[in-house]
């Protein structure tokens, strides 16, 4: 497997216990992580003694790819890797693979993204304060509407009383 940014090849390393992750330890120092290996270290309380941290943290070495420039998967063919913010806060952005999952990060993503939130539920709730903000004005123009208008009975209902008052 080749690196999505500098085409050097990938390396498997053991990033903890059963967990290997792909690093392009001789060109940009990237990540590579295969679907769901991320969630074993985006906290910042999970394998801090990864060797990994230290690899991706070290500075990336010239000749790499620009930024902008179109990344396929390292584990599909010809599969364009999408750009994308990792979370609600929208600090940090992201390549993932829209068919295998996997997700690529550059030289110091993972430290960034262990340092912007405590733990998984944390995460979660910021994303679900943020669906609130973004829904709330839109709830509250609904509601102000709804109560403004009749309460409506099923157009059925309706129909059948508009009937039996004719006579029908």
């Given amino acids: 497997m080749n690196c999505p940014a500098c085409q050097a090849p990938l390396t498997a ?7 290997f992750v792909d ?8 990540l590579w992580f295969d679907h769901f290996e991320l969630q074993r270290l985006d906290e910042r309380h999970e394998h801090p003694d990864s060797p990994v941290l230290k690899l991706s943290s070290e500075e ?43 997700h690529w990060l550059d030289p110091g993503e993972l ?11 944390a995460r979660e709730e910021a994303a679900l304060a943020e669906i609130e903000a973004s829904l709330g004005p839109h709830r509250q123009a609904q509601e102000a509407r709804q109560a403004g208008l009749p309460k409506r009975r099923p157009l059925l209902l309706g129909l059948v009383s508009w009937i039996v008052a004719q006579g029908g």
């Fill in 13 to 19: 390393t053991e990033a903890a216990p059963g967990l």
């Fill in 23 to 30: 690093v392009c330890a001789t060109g940009c120092r990237g």
């Fill in 60 to 102: 990336a070495k010239a000749g790499t790819a620009a930024s902008g420039a179109r990344r396929v998967c390292p584990r599909c063919d010809e599969v364009a890797l999408f750009s994308h913010f990792f979370s609600v806060k929208r600090k940090i952005q992201i390549e993932s693979c829209p068919q295998c999952g996997g």
């Fill in 111 to 121: 430290q960034l993204i262990r340092e912007e939130f405590q733990s998984t539920e």
